[in-house]
């Protein structure tokens, strides 16, 4: 008998049919793994940070990183036009990059543990830079949100971040949700151009003040750099979101929600008032619409993460 050889047409067909359906089982799986693993470099890069900033405050009387004093005003992060960032020495204002990259400067920090993998920006390679060493400039480039993924508590307002913080208190983490790219959004605009992002029929909304009764409205306050797929029928939402967060005693935590710091403060948002936060301003709190003294933290217990 003649032996058959190949696979018929059908046969073929049938295969093939078989590995689609195969693929569309396995790989939502393998995606949301590799989300994860993003995820845990993200993390993994904030509690290096932490570790490193450790080490700082001990050389700095318990400060975390600060440069000069800086000037939490309109101009600060968005015109660089009296910032020599490559000069021998600091001129013009300072920004909260500038306090961070200080670690480049002076601990050897890799500009690329600044950048989450799932994140938009890029690492700080100093190409723009003429016979100069990544060390010897006072920030990261000429756009440096472009190459800084975490938001960092304030350093220049009037309760700066130290040693001395609570365990519970936050000193880093994912980008603010009410920054974009050394620009500050409006409550209610949205922070990067979502319909880029998200398929079409999402029933997100752009960030907001957290309402602390409606449950609901907690999520679209978190960080837009993680999110995965994952339907919340209780909320009608498709999507979750989070954020990594590095802690004052060292450890990072990824979290669903933004109201974890200390007695659940809100770590985007600051309080409206010094004495006596209401549970609203605590885990709600006031978002940021510039960059002047009174957009900042009202206590040592007022986490505000910004960029």
Same mark, same amino acid.
């Given at each position: 008998?003649?032996?058959?050889? @190949?696979?018929?047409?059908?046969?073929?067909?049938?295969?093939?049919?078989?590995?689609?359906? =195969?693929?569309?089982?396995?790989?939502?799986?393998?995606? &949301?793994?590799?989300?994860?693993?993003?995820?845990?470099?993200?993390?993994?890069? =904030?509690? @290096?940070? !932490?570790?490193?900033?450790?080490?700082?405050?001990? /050389? #700095?009387?318990?400060?975390?990183?600060?440069?000069?004093?800086?000037?939490?005003?309109?101009? =600060?992060?968005?015109?660089?036009? /009296?910032?020599?960032?490559?000069?021998?020495?600091?001129?013009? *204002?300072?920004?909260?990059?500038?306090?961070?990259?200080?670690?480049?400067?002076?601990?050897?920090?890799?500009?690329?543990?600044?950048?989450?993998?799932?994140?938009?920006?890029?690492?700080?390679?100093?190409?723009? =830079?003429?016979?100069?060493?990544?060390?010897?400039?006072?920030?990261? !480039?000429?756009? *440096?949100?472009?190459?800084?993924?975490?938001?960092?508590?304030?350093?220049?307002?009037?309760?700066?971040?130290?040693?001395?913080?609570?365990?519970?208190?936050?000193?880093?983490?994912?980008?603010?949700?009410?920054?974009?790219?050394?620009?500050?959004?409006?409550?209610?605009?949205?922070?990067?151009?979502?319909?880029?992002?998200?398929?079409?029929?999402?029933?997100?909304?752009?960030?907001?003040?957290?309402?602390?009764?409606?449950?609901?409205?907690?999520?679209?306050?978190?960080?837009?750099?993680?999110?995965?797929?994952?339907?919340?029928?209780?909320?009608?939402?498709?999507?979750?979101? !989070?954020?990594?967060?590095? #802690?004052?005693?060292?450890?990072?935590?990824?979290? &669903?929600?933004?109201?974890?710091?200390?007695?659940?403060?809100?770590? #985007?948002?600051?309080?409206?008032?010094?004495?006596?936060?209401?549970?609203?301003?605590?885990?709600?709190?006031?978002? *940021?619409?510039? &960059?002047? *003294?009174?957009?900042?933290?009202?206590?040592?217990?007022?986490?505000?993460?910004?960029?």
């Amino acid at each position: 008998m003649r032996k058959r050889k @190949g696979f018929t047409l059908i046969e073929l067909i049938v295969v093939i049919a078989i590995i689609i359906m =195969l693929l569309t089982i396995f790989m939502p799986p393998l995606s &949301r793994v590799k989300k994860g693993e993003m995820r845990v470099v993200c993390g993994r890069n =904030l509690k @290096g940070l !932490g570790r490193v900033m450790a080490v700082y405050a001990t /050389d #700095y009387d318990g400060e975390y990183v600060k440069l000069g004093n800086g000037i939490w005003s309109k101009e =600060l992060g968005f015109s660089y036009e /009296d910032t020599n960032y490559i000069a021998s020495e600091h001129t013009g *204002p300072s920004t909260i990059t500038s306090s961070l990259y200080l670690l480049v400067r002076e601990a050897d920090v890799s500009p690329k543990s600044f950048v989450c993998p799932e994140s938009d920006e890029t690492e700080y390679d100093g190409q723009e =830079l003429t016979n100069l060493d990544i060390v010897e400039v006072w920030d990261f !480039g000429s756009e *440096p949100h472009q190459h800084v993924s975490y938001a960092y508590h304030n350093p220049y307002g009037q309760y700066p971040a130290n040693s001395s913080r609570s365990a519970s208190f936050a000193v880093m983490g994912d980008m603010s949700p009410w920054f974009f790219m050394g620009d500050i959004m409006e409550p209610g605009q949205e922070p990067r151009d979502w319909t880029n992002e998200l398929p079409e029929k999402t029933t997100l909304q752009p960030p907001q003040i957290i309402n602390i009764t409606d449950k609901s409205l907690w999520k679209p306050g978190n960080s837009v750099i993680h999110f995965s797929e994952e339907k919340f029928f209780q909320y009608r939402m498709k999507y979750k979101f !989070g954020q990594n967060i590095l #802690y004052a005693d060292g450890h990072v935590d990824f979290t &669903r929600y933004s109201n974890v710091g200390v007695d659940k403060d809100n770590i #985007y948002t600051f309080w409206s008032t010094e004495e006596n936060p209401t549970e609203q301003d605590r885990q709600g709190g006031t978002a *940021p619409t510039s &960059r002047s *003294p009174e957009n900042d933290a009202k206590s040592k217990d007022d986490s505000f993460l910004a960029i």
